[in-house]
């Protein structure tokens, strides 16, 4: 049976909106997914007849709320593929990578090595950079090849016994370029360094089986994965988390404080302090319920399927060049392009006349738009509900902006 694209787009409200008298063709899914039914009733639910504040209260609202929530992380412990109490919920993919910066950044000593790469979101820079500053730390940057993927040749000259982690993106969020966990995971383990992976662009495209990826901390973003805003999670293998001082003081994260001094809540609860954001977490966990529900063979046939036909109709666009991967092999649905003489901005407010939405710009990796010398691309970066429809009018916009602001 055939992917059913036109069922799956009816589980999205935002998908029927008419704006200005054209309709909704969502193309930025890279920087925002829209949020299927599912969730929203799931955080309507707890608004309506949850709310209160989770674990410590004996009422029977808190009771519910903390239910729900305790559900909430068995449902992405359950996507992950993972025990529920790896499981750590921060405000955003950020959020986690700058807790591991913090708590596990706290362990090592001046001297010792992070390796990065230039394609990284600036999420996965700025943090190390910050811990650079604050314990003396080092810093690496694997390079990029010209198809815009993480040069796995130059990985053993840069690591070395003093590498402590390699912290990458599973897959970039400019080119769709999909790192090969294993190689990078034999390489890193030559010298004893942890591996961490941003999974922001790769967690909204179905379950993952994190043991068998054997590495030791995954992130990603809700708001990425059909879920809310303001939330994200951090999983890490059980001894890295007990290794780990706490990130934020507060309550709920504490065995107990007296005057001279406080103990800390086992983990998760111990990197939880303080009111954790209820409603976004009851909504995660419902996005990634939603997703596993999702035939994924289907959809990353379909979504694969859109980005043959993007690709292939900006081939045919005089001035349209792609960046990154021109095969739809080790890739996952974000295409980044350029129009000859044309700023990516004014592409993509060409775009928009056409109801089109993208994303315009350095996309949050200037080291990577460094390497190319490039002002920013327009970038297209597809879900399971987008459609044919959706590719054609961005190529119409494409098209038209080629001849008019040329």
Known sequence: MSFDVVAVRRQFPILSEIIDGQPVHYLDNGASAQTPEAVLDAVRTYETTQRANVLRGVHRLAERATEAYETARAEVACFLGVPEMEVVFTGGCTAAINLVAYSYGSLLKPGDRILVSELEHHSNIVPWQMLRQRAGIELDFAPVTVDGRIDLDALPRLL????????????????????????????????????????????????????????????????????????????????????????????????RVTKAETTWAPPPRRFEAGTPPIG???????????????????????????????MGGLQKIDGAQLFGPASLQNRYPVVSFMLDGVHPHDVAQTLDSFGVAVRAGHHCAQPLMDRFDLDGTTRVSIAPYNDNADIDALLTGVQHAARTLR
């Not at 068998?212 to 999670?233: Q, R, T």
């Not at 996005?287 to 035939?295: P, S």
Request: charged share 15%; glycine share 12%; aromatic share 6%.
């Open 280 to 310: 976004p977490a009851i909504g995660l966990g419902a996005a990634c319920k939603w997703m596993r529900g999702l035939d994924w063979t289907g959809a990353h046939a379909h979504e694969m399927a859109l980005v043959e036909r993007l």
């Open 160 to 255: 070395t016994p003093r590498t402590k982690l390699v912290s990458l993106a599973h897959v970039s969020n400019v080119t769709g370029s999909l790192v090969d966990v294993r190689a990078v995971v034999t390489l890193a383990r030559t010298v004893g360094a942890k591996v961490m992976l941003d999974g922001a662009q790769r967690a909204p495209h179905g379950p993952l089986d994190i043991p068998a990826l054997d590495i030791d901390f995954y992130v990603f973003a809700g708001h990425k994965a059909y879920g809310p805003n303001g939330i994200g999670a951090l999983w890490a293998k059980p001894a890295l988390l007990e290794a780990m001082p706490p990130f934020h003081g507060g309550g709920s994260m504490i065995g």
